[in-house]
């Protein structure tokens, strides 16, 4: 072979080299990118989970919670009595039934400050539905709207059995209606359950104070039970109103 052909198949060979070289830079470059391209997807996926999750878990507390943002308070009387209660709570509707109007009526002339806790420890008779915790947090959206009262009585009126798959959102929000309460941002509230987690917040908070069932009493920080620890009668809660009042 001449050394002008040895030259040219130096050449050559020197050339494929080249492309070879450059095929390989430019597979590692476009496996890299396609590694970067996998980590920040990752990471995005992995970031949108966490506030998904933060967002889900979120608790919203009603601006017009009183007592640590755990109750809604009616009247500005001396002597605090604290109503702790459930809505699907059988005893919580008798008592409702015998004593609500004694209580309101101290509070309407001024006596006492009545402060109402809806918490939730009844959920596991409503099959499934979660009616306390569904119907404490609409009690916290209906309060928004300044219609606790109005809306807290009228589930009771209406009350469903232990067992039973209670109200749907459905129903709660036509009964509020017949109260009055009818503003898109309470059946919004109701239907995207924006108070369910305070309403669960609430009832840890029940239970922390060292409470166990409803309807609980308390009146001015002491727990009031009738005789052989029953729940107290209207008679009751207001000799002890006045005696606290002096």
């Known amino acids: ?44 996926l992995i970031g949108y989970t966490v ?13 017009s919670a009183v007592d640590e943002g755990t109750a809604f308070a009616t009247g500005a009387g001396p002597v605090t009595v604290d109503v702790y209660e459930d809505f699907m709570c059988p005893s919580c509707g008798n008592f409702e039934a015998a004593t609500g109007p004694t209580l309101k009526q101290l509070a309407t002339d001024g006596k006492i400050t009545l402060r109402f806790h809806p918490v939730a420890i009844l959920d596991r008779f409503s099959n499934g539905t979660e009616y306390s915790t569904r119907s404490a947090a609409a009690s916290a959206a209906a309060a928004e709207e300044g219609k606790f009262i109005e809306f807290h009585d009228v589930l009771y009126a209406n009350q469903p059995e232990e067992n039973t798959d209670g109200l749907s959102d459905a129903e709660m929000i036509e009964l509020a209606a017949t109260v009055g309460l009818t503003s898109d941002t309470f059946k919004n509230a109701v239907n995207e359950g924006t108070y369910k987690a305070w309403a669960t917040q609430v009832t840890e908070t029940f239970s922390e104070r060292g409470h166990t069932g409803t309807p609980t009493i308390v009146v001015d920080g002491k727990t009031l039970t009738g005789e052989n620890n029953t729940v107290p009668s209207a008679e009751l809660i207001t000799q002890t109103v006045e005696k606290a009042a002096g």
């Not at 590692?28 to 996998?38: F, Q």
């Not at 506030?51 to 601006?63: F, H, M, W, Y």
């Open 1 to 44: 072979m001449s050394k002008g052909s040895r030259d040219r198949a130096i050449k050559a060979r020197q050339i494929v080299a080249s492309q070879k070289a450059a095929e390989r830079r430019r597979t590692v470059t476009l496996w890299t990118s396609v590694a970067v391209v996998l980590v920040l997807f990752v990471a995005g």
């Open 51 to 63: 506030l998904s999750g933060q967002d889900e878990g979120k608790v919203t507390t009603p601006a």
